[in-house]
């Protein structure tokens, strides 16, 4: 009889526990980036200081400060939620970072702050990897073939600029993030933020060269909200 008494409140409690639960949010905020103007041509990246990559790159790639798709469509735009969303811990699953043909892929990485991130080499000579934030310690570390990846992570949210000092080309970027709520745009300018609970937020894009756009947008229970943002871009870089 003791027992059963015992028991009672525990499963009360456990019902409570599930009940309260509830379904994942089925909110969505989801657009399209694209410009206006005319952007910048891209050059060729010269990887003679390197032959095997310029061997590996033929025709030569792309600068990525801006890319283009159709539509007139604007590639490689973070797409976050800045405003509105509750504190969550981050992820405790790392993002990987990979320099892959003397290229940074991908060209832009984000993450939660204080996520784990590991940075791999794929190629069979020594990078040297360069992030340079503003709010967060500078480091600068040389990775040789084969060697372990670099494990580290972030505190503070900001856009860190990557650079390799042996390869003056490769160039990326590190956003740093304190929403869990962020997606990078494709090559048809698309992104989509999945799993909102209901509320008003303000949604923030941002491109290396154009800085950022805020716009503010409320999302029912389980309907989708549109937000698209418009880049005005010019012929050169800043």
Known sequence: MQARYVLLPVLFALMVAVASVGPAPAGTI????????????????????????????????????????????????????????????????PVRYDQKGCMYVPHI?????????????????????????????????????????????WANPEFIEVKCNIHPWMHGYFAVLNTSHYAVTDNEGNYSLKGLPPGKYTVTAWQEQYSTQSQEVTVGPTGAASVNFVFKVTPYLY
């Open 30 to 93: 989801e657009g399209k980036v694209t410009y206006t103007g005319t952007p910048p041509k891209m050059k060729p990246i010269d990887m003679s200081k390197e032959p095997t990559c310029a061997k590996e790159h033929n025709p030569p790639l792309l600068g990525e400060n801006v890319v283009t798709g159709p539509g007139n469509a604007l590639q490689y735009v973070v797409v976050y939620i800045s405003v509105g969303e509750q504190s969550a811990q981050p992820p405790s699953e």
């Open 109 to 153: 990485l984000a993450m939660h702050t204080n996520q784990p991130l590991q940075i791999y080499t794929d190629d069979p000579f020594t990078h040297n990897i360069h992030p340079m934030p503003k709010r967060n310690p500078e480091w600068n570390k040389s990775q040789p073939p084969g060697a372990a990846p670099i494990d580290t992570k």
